[in-house]
């Protein structure tokens, strides 16, 4: 099966910064975060996850990371996990 591959996640607001390292093998992982493609304009940060309820960007998390299976499910479920927020998120994940 080869070596597991070593992944770092990094922080949502200081890209120099690895909050967590994980070795993988056989599985996918996806980060959903508002940190790559944004704009701020008057000190709010618009970002291209919406939350469909609102039509706005969600704005309960920062980053969400999903390990799974298949990289199509680990995306969906980040991005799911994102726009419920830490509480509604973590109870779809677990």
Not at 34 to 63: K, M, N, T, W
Not at 64 to 77: F, G, H, I, N, W
Request: charged residues 20%.
């Amino acid at each position: 099966a080869g070596s597991p591959w070593r992944i770092g996640i990094q922080h949502p607001r200081n890209s120099e910064k690895i909050l967590v390292r994980i070795d993988l093998a056989g599985k996918a992982v996806v980060t959903s975060g508002d940190y790559e493609r944004y704009f701020e304009q008057g000190g709010v940060r618009y970002h291209h996850i919406l939350d469909p309820r609102s039509g706005y960007p969600a704005r309960l998390c920062q980053a969400v990371t999903v390990v799974a299976e298949q990289a199509a499910a680990a995306d969906a479920l980040a991005t799911a996990a994102f726009v419920l927020g830490p509480e509604l998120g973590m109870k779809l994940l677990v």
